[in-house]
């Protein structure tokens, strides 16, 4: 029986997993999937309407009406919905809905590969391949920064770098501190820390580990 091939590529914010993500999606030719694009939609839509970051019911109702395939990363990607996803992203029926529909555009074939917090450990435990992103903090927040710069800073709000080191670093605190799918490394992750690693050399060492993990099935 043919399955569904799985790359789960977890890690922190600006790491430089959904760089990775879609450029190995090209390359072996599956569907990619930024999860935090769901909790990012479902922030944006909470933001949007005057309502609470964290009531509950109103946040999971938000989550059923997410559209996995129109997710417009344009919008989405502002920097105060960055802070806010993972707000929202601490409640577990908010987790349970989005991750149903995760796991859906997973399991399809021919595979694909997925990036957030918790696809290694908690959506696709199964994946073939795990891989964990990590880079230093100020290595994430020039990245970010660098971003802000590039859009124009569209949010209007002060990104400056020390605003966005700063929460880079409480945003790190509270996805890996809270009690459902903390961002951690699943056990049978490989890590890839991108500090000093161009694009280029990241994407290099990512296939390497991916063509390692497929040779016991090709
Ligand atoms: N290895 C790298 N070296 C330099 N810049 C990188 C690297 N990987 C990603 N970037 C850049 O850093 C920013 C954040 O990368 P991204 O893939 O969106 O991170 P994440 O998905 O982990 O939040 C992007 O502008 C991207 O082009
Ligand atoms: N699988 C995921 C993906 C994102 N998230 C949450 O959503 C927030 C935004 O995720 P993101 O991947 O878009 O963030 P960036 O890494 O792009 O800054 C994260 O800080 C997490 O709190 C999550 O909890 N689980």
């Not at 970051?53 to 109103?58: G, I, M, N, P, R």
């Not at 997710?71 to 601490?90: D, F, N």
């Not at 859906?104 to 074939?109: I, P």
Request: charged share 25%; with cysteine.
């Amino acid at each position: 029986m043919t399955e569904p091939f799985i790359i789960a590529i977890d890690g922190p914010a600006a790491s430089g997993k959904g760089t990775l993500s879609h450029r190995i999606a090209q390359v072996l030719g599956l569907r990619h999937l930024d999860t935090g694009l769901t909790y990012r939609a479902v922030a944006h839509a909470l933001l949007s309407a005057g309502e609470p970051l964290d009531d509950e019911a109103t946040a999971v109702a938000a989550a059923k009406r997410i559209d996995l395939g129109a997710l417009e990363k344009s919008v989405l990607a502002q920097h105060k919905i960055g802070e806010a996803a993972s707000k929202v992203a601490v409640m577990s029926l908010v987790r349970s809905t989005l991750v149903e529909q995760q796991r859906l555009f997973a399991n399809a074939l021919p595979g694909a590969v997925l990036d957030g917090r918790d696809i290694g450990t908690v959506v696709c435990p199964d994946a073939q391949v795990k891989l964990y992103v990590i880079a230093s903090p100020q290595v994430r927040a020039r990245r970010r920064w660098a971003e802000v710069q590039e859009r124009g800073n569209l949010s209007g709000t002060d990104a400056s770098f020390e605003t966005i080191l700063a929460d880079i670093e409480a945003r790190d605190a509270r996805d890996m501190g809270r009690a459902d799918s903390p961002l951690k490394p699943a056990q049978d992750a490989t890590t890839i820390d991108t500090s000093d690693m161009s694009i280029d050399a990241a994407f290099e060492a990512a296939m390497q580990i991916i063509e390692q993990h497929r040779k016991p099935n090709a």
